[in-house]
């Protein structure tokens, strides 16, 4: 069965310092996304993506963060300089229709930590 | 705006006994809505969807949730779990037309043999 995966599986990282989150969407579909769960909190969106650029994004996607789809097949999240408050579960997602009517797959998360 | 409310943030229940796991939104528009479940160390899975049509709807592992508009609630249940439905579980919804899914709290649901 065709799956979403994500790399790294956890991520210790210092403050200040970049770090490039990346997801193996599955292939035929068209939409991704990223969202995140600081520990104890809700699952929170963080962005869209759709034909090569962001379609909606959360007040939490600032200008620290970016997302690209560099080759086809990888989606990645880059945090420029991470801060304490960044430390959380990321998750991938992708979609072969919008995300009104149809199924989000998720990917297994990445734990980053900033210290 | 939209918020997702789990009144429960854990479920303990015995094997083979009914489970309800509660889920209340907020909207002021049209909404669909969500189950997803998280096994341990696993990503988040679909459980069951309410687009539009009868206000029960059934999905994966035998768990149904039902739809009330009126008390604005998307509660999950299944007649008699078993050890291997021990997970988080997480309500959802997004608003027509969009497509950020929002979460609720989660609920964790621990199985006792």
């Known amino acids: 069965e065709p799956e979403v995966t994500q790399t790294p599986s956890h991520q210790v990282t210092q403050m200040g310092q970049e770090v490039i989150l990346r997801c193996v969407p599955i292939?035929?579909?068209?939409?991704f996304y990223w969202y995140r769960q600081i520990l104890g909190q809700k699952v929170e969106f963080l962005v869209s993506?759709?034909?090569?650029?962001?379609?909606?994004k959360s007040e939490i996607f600032d200008d620290q963060f970016s997302v690209e789809r560099p080759d086809g097949s990888n989606f990645t999240l880059k945090i420029r300089s991470t801060k304490l408050e960044d430390s959380a579960m990321y998750f991938c997602a992708s979609s072969s229709y919008p995300g009104t009517t149809g199924e989000l797959f998720f990917g297994e998360g990445s734990r980053l930590t900033v210290l | 705006a939209q918020s997702v409310t789990q009144l429960d943030s854990q479920v303990p229940v015995f094997e083979e006994a009914p489970v309800e796991l509660r889920c209340n939104y907020s909207?002021?528009?049209?909404?669909?809505l969500f189950w997803y479940v998280q096994y341990p160390n696993q990503g988040l899975q679909l459980l069951l969807k309410?687009?539009?049509?009868?206000?029960l709807v059934k999905g994966i592992n035998g768990f149904e949730a039902e739809f009330n508009k009126s008390q604005t609630s998307f509660h999950l249940r299944k007649p008699s779990v078993h050890i291997s439905d021990t997970a988080e579980y997480f309500c959802a919804l997004i608003i027509q037309g969009a497509q950020k899914l929002v979460f609720g709290q989660g609920t964790r649901l621990t199985i006792n043999p």
């Open positions: 309410y687009l539009s049509g009868s206000t």
């Open positions: 993506f759709y034909n090569n650029e962001i379609s909606e």
């Open positions: 292939s035929n579909h068209l939409y």
């Open positions: 909207s002021s528009v049209s909404v669909y």
